[in-house]
């Protein structure tokens, strides 16, 4: 039969299994939005540690923090009734630059949905700082 697998297609996807259900779950929550999670669990699960020190890292981490905070404050508009909205495709670029600027481990998927309007739909989103500012907790701690 053609849906068969070969033996040893079928031994490697049993590893791959028993490799994910090895993560530590607290290391699984802190990758779960990671863009390479495989990386970010080697990263912070006992696997192989970047050739690059924590400090600089760390160093590096903060300041595109820094720049994101920015690009957050300039996509925010104040409305009294909701709150802060936020412009979507500004806060996507944002993202995307830390992205670009971070090792791969660290960098975030972007988030946002959309949401029923009275013209249609419009897309919702927020500002992903908590995230970096685990990312950067979990680097403090390593130190």
């Not at 090895?22 to 699984?28: G, K, L, S």
């Not at 009734?81 to 830390?98: D, E, H, M």
Request: one cysteine or more.
């Amino acid at each position: 039969m053609a849906w068969r697998l070969p033996l040893s297609g079928l031994i490697g996807v049993l590893g791959a299994a028993a490799g994910l259900a090895q993560v530590d779950p607290q290391v699984h929550q802190q990758c779960l939005n990671a863009r390479d999670y495989s990386g970010c669990v080697q990263l912070h699960g006992g696997g192989e540690r970047s050739a690059a020190p924590t400090k600089p890292l760390l160093k590096q981490l903060q300041q595109q923090q820094q720049i994101y905070l920015q690009a957050v404050q300039a996509a925010g508009r104040p409305n009294r009734f909701v709150g802060t909205i936020y412009n979507c495709q500004k806060l996507k670029r944002a993202l995307a630059q830390f992205n670009a600027a971070v090792p791969k481990a660290y960098q975030l998927a972007y988030r946002g949905q959309f949401e029923a309007a009275v013209f249609g739909e419009v897309e919702a989103c927020a500002p992903q700082s908590e995230a970096i500012e685990a990312l950067i907790d979990q680097l403090r701690a390593e130190q």
